[in-house]
């Protein structure tokens, strides 16, 4: 059955980007320490236009996770790391060009509108003023019989869990200490979740959780 889930990396403190995120800085201090993991990996870097790279277990993570997605969702801060107006945005037309790395419909939580914009490689997106469930609805109804991604970035996650609209998070928890920045879970609601699998990487562990209902 199709899922809603979270693939989000983390510090073993609990932080999904570091202090003072800015546009030339997007995941704040140290925050790409998070994703070294990946980076490093053929099969992230292929996915990116990016040549080279090593195959180990967590290359089989990331194809996994992949191959699954038909539709995500992330937040405004994601997508481009701005806020108000889309014309007052530096960085309005994101991060990743005119060929991101996504290939299937996108869908932003933003308070602007805009119009869909239609990208090379498959990749679609569209910006949603209506909230996280309308988001998660019409990227459920767009990935068909493929999972949902929900992307981030911190916010976001939150808000879908507290909506109660995740079915599993999966971690990538980063041997680093950030101390401050943009936690995972910041005043999230009881649940209880269960350990679905649990992989001892060379770079980090990741960890699956069920969100029982």
């Known amino acids: 059955m199709p899922k809603v889930r979270v693939d989000i990396s983390m510090s073993l403190d609990g932080f999904v980007a570091g202090p003072d995120q800015s546009l030339d800085d997007p995941l704040g201090a ?3 320490q ?10 992230w870097r292929s996915q990116h236009g990016l040549p080279g790279g090593e195959v180990d277990v ?10 699954s ?3 995500v969702v992330m937040g405004r801060k994601m997508y481009s790391g701005g806020s108000g107006p889309w014309a007052d945005d530096p960085n309005g037309d994101g991060w990743w060009g ?3 790395p996504f290939h299937a419909p996108v869908f932003v939580v933003t308070h602007h509108p805009r119009e869909l914009r239609e990208m ?4 679609t997106f569209a910006f949603v ?5 309308s988001a998660v609805r019409q990227a459920r109804a767009a990935a068909g019989e493929q999972d949902v991604l929900v992307a ?6 939150q808000q879908c869990l507290a909506a109660g609209l995740l079915d599993e998070i999966q971690v990538h928890v980063a041997p680093v200490l950030l101390g401050d920045g943009v936690r995972l879970f910041e005043a999230a609601r009881p649940a209880s979740l269960e350990v679905t699998r649990v992989i001892e990487g060379p770079v980090a562990t990741h960890i699956r959780y069920r969100i029982e209902r």
Do not use: F, K
Request: net charge negative; glycine share 20%.
């Open 30 to 32: 140290g925050g790409m």
């Open 34 to 43: 998070l994703h070294e993991w990946a980076v490093r990996l053929e099969a």
């Open 58 to 67: 967590d290359s089989d993570l990331v194809y996994e996770s992949t191959s």
């Open 69 to 71: 997605i038909g539709a």
């Open 98 to 100: 005119n060929d991101p």
């Open 120 to 123: 090379q490689g498959g990749t």
């Open 129 to 133: 003023t209506d909230g996280v469930e």
């Open 152 to 157: 981030g970035g911190g916010c976001v996650v």
